[in-house]
């Protein structure tokens, strides 16, 4: 070890040795002798996971914040109620709960979906029917007034979008979700606030309780020499990372860091006091219900000169000081890092670093679902192949989130290397990909947009619903069955990797229906310069009334989807905590992969992304050939002299028995 990562651990005994005593007294008499010893064990654990990423954040000021953050997690546990508490208790018996094959994601807006939230609970059952037993609610705190990003702009993380309900329709949503041994999670925007959020205007007003709350320079020196290495996010409407405020400093104006939309003000964490109280909003919420947090925009919240200012050291040291006292408060909650990165840079937030440090359980696995896509424009899947056998292993305690589509754009997150190690130019593939699901190649199926274009560098993202991107809309338009038939494949092809690659599949609301892109944002001024709304549609309950009938559209997809969650939750190989090795066997159009859970028998899962029949070799490199078929897009494959054809289009998997 290090003479530095030694010092930071004897620092942190140190100060612990000191604290204890007195905070186990303070403790006694806020929870009573028993929840006091289990606070206490708690602490001793987290002991380094609190106390060096306040050493290497804050310096000397690390053991005052270190008891201010202790105290501020005993106080949120005193507070917490006690069902809460026993969710707790059954998830400290089984920390892997949510690595189980039962866990299964669903994603929607609350609105978009029923409304308001009172009216949450009665559509619980379309849920269950798919085997839902996580609900990610789309944003819902109260947001500014106006344009608010799709709710990611917050004006009050303790109050409810009146327009959705109110702070107790949420704390009940949370109470049906968990009779139902559900879970909910929500976002907490942490890089930014909306400039109306409280801390904002007295950060505005010269408060001195937010002083250095947010970053204002006085001039563009600072804000040039940053803007110079810093990729724009929005940079058709939002160009640079800064904001003129005229109010600002006393009234003089300033640069006000925005690194999204002008009105998203970028929390300054240099500043110990921004951490406590994002710290504070957290805990209340978990107090609330909430078990888990999707982190928005994580790779964003430390900011150094000359770099990207994304995926900073520093931002990881901050993540791991924020969930270690969060779990200290209310051990059963798992943060979810939304990091659209690289795959170079995803795994740490996972706690993936030179040395596993507990950050986050879950994270967007960004780079599979980029890959899916680009696997399916091309036919081929070296480059998905190359991509992820050479990302580096998640740690064990940690899972993915697999996915097919959510409500963000898709930004092609490939790398150079990995494109030239199979012989593509990273650049010139890229823009393949946008002119492909923009519909602008031709002989695409794919009826998306360009989100974000950036004619200086040539970048762009990519727009549109599932259903949209596999041509179920193109075939609908033009009444072709074959193409529809190829559009529904593609949907269930892709949704089946994404089901037993391992992690929390992740169900994003209207795919199961096959909802396409949805033009009604257009007629709303504040939505219609943004085109990510046209793959947030609302949820059409005609549609879902006709999920029944498997000679619809909707049944043929609803069903397919439904039954990969059946036989998922049968697999105990499909468990979190081990990881996916994909493999070659033979067939550049096939995506093999093969997991296996200490506990259970192999698994071997194909997708074949071409829409002609693939043979591939059943035995050399899985064996497979001696496992049973447990599920497939075309019903029972049988392997012949250890081979296997599988139909265009089409999925197996493959279990040992
Ligand atoms: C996240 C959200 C995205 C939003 C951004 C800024 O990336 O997914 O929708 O625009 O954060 O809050
Ligand atoms: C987030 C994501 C980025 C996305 C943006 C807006 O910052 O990291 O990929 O494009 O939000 O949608």
Not at 154 to 168: C, F, S
Not at 531 to 552: E, I, K, L, Q, S
């Amino acid at each position: 070890m290090s003479t530095g990562a030694e010092r930071l651990r004897a620092g942190a005994r140190r100060a612990w040795a000191e604290l204890r005593p007195v905070l186990a007294a303070e403790a006694v008499a806020a929870l009573g002798e028993a929840e006091s010893d289990a606070f206490l064990a708690r602490a001793d654990l987290a002991l380094y996971d609190v106390h060096e990423p306040l050493a290497i954040l804050y310096g000397d000021a690390a053991d005052a914040l270190f008891a201010r953050g202790l105290r501020a997690a005993l106080a949120a546990a005193a507070e917490r109620p006690a069902p809460l508490r026993r969710i707790d208790r059954r998830r400290e018996i089984d920390p892997a709960w949510f690595q189980r094959s039962r866990t299964q994601g669903y994603v929607c807006y609350v609105d978009r979906f029923c409304g308001t939230l009172d009216r949450l609970p009665g559509r619980l059952d379309h849920l269950a029917g798919l085997g839902t037993t996580y609900l990610h609610l789309m944003p819902l705190l109260r947001p500014r007034e106006g344009e608010n990003d799709g709710g990611y702009a917050v004006a009050d993380y303790r109050a409810v979008d009146p327009r959705l309900g109110t702070m107790a329709d949420l704390e009940a949503v949370a109470a049906a979700l968990h009779e139902r041994e559900m879970v909910l999670c929500i976002d907490l925007v942490l890089n930014h606030t909306a400039r109306e959020h409280p801390w904002a205007r007295g950060w505005l007003a010269g408060d001195p309780s937010y002083a250095g709350f947010y970053t204002a320079f006085p001039d563009r020196t600072m804000p040039d020499a940053y803007d110079a290495t810093i990729p724009e996010v929005f940079p058709d409407r939002a160009p640079g990372s800064f904001s003129w405020v005229p109010e600002a400093r006393g009234g003089a104006g300033g640069w006000v860091w925005t690194t999204f939309w002008p009105y998203q003000w970028d929390l300054d964490y240099t500043n110990p006091e921004v951490t406590l109280a994002v710290l504070g909003e957290i805990t209340w919420l978990a107090n609330r219900g909430v078990d888990v947090f999707r982190m928005d925009a994580v790779p964003f919240m430390w900011k150094r000169l000359g770099t990207s200012c994304q995926n900073q050291p520093e931002g990881h040291s901050l993540l791991q000081l924020l969930h270690a006292l969060t779990r200290l408060a209310a051990p059963g909650v798992v943060f979810k890092a939304e990091a659209i990165v690289s795959p170079d840079d995803l795994v740490a937030y996972l706690g993936g670093h030179d040395r596993y440090r507990p950050e986050c359980e879950l994270a967007y696995h960004n780079s599979l679902m980029v890959l899916l896509w680009s696997s399916l424009a091309t036919q081929d899947v070296r480059l998905a192949r190359q991509a992820l056998r050479r990302m580096r292993p998640i740690p064990p305690a940690a899972s993915w989130c697999t996915y097919v589509r959510g409500h963000d754009d898709i930004g092609w997150a490939v790398t150079d290397e990995d494109a030239a190690a199979v012989g593509l130019d990273g650049f010139g593939h890229r823009r393949f990909l946008n002119d492909f699901y923009a519909g602008r190649f031709a002989g695409s199926f794919a009826r998306g947009a360009l989100f974000q274009e950036n004619e200086a560098t040539g970048d762009a993202r990519v727009s549109g619903s599932t259903a949209s991107l596999c041509g179920i809309e193109d075939a609908l338009d033009r009444d072709d069955p074959v193409a529809l038939d190829a559009g529904v494949r593609r949907l269930l092809l892709l949704y089946s990797i994404v089901y037993a690659f391992g992690g929390i599949p992740l169900l994003y609301s209207g795919d199961e229906l096959a909802l396409r892109n949805d033009a009604s944002y257009l007629e709303d001024p504040a939505l219609a310069p943004d085109n990510r709304w046209m793959h947030r549609p609302p949820m059409d309950w005609a549609a879902a009334a006709r999920a029944t009938d498997p000679a619809t559209l909707e049944g043929r997809v609803c069903t397919g989807i439904r039954r990969l969650g059946e036989v998922r939750r049968s697999l105990l190989a499909l468990r979190g905590g081990v990881e996916s090795a994909v493999v070659d066997t033979g067939s550049d159009a096939v995506l093999v992969w093969r997991r296996k859970h200490p506990r259970s028998g192999a698994f071997v899962g194909l997708a074949n992304v071409s829409p002609q029949p693939q043979e591939v070799d059943a035995d050399t490199v899985t064996g497979f050939g001696t496992f049973a078929w447990v599920h497939g897009s075309d019903g029972p494959l049988g392997v012949r002299d250890g081979r296997l054809t599988v139909p265009g289009l089409g999925f197996a998997w493959f279990a040992e028995p």
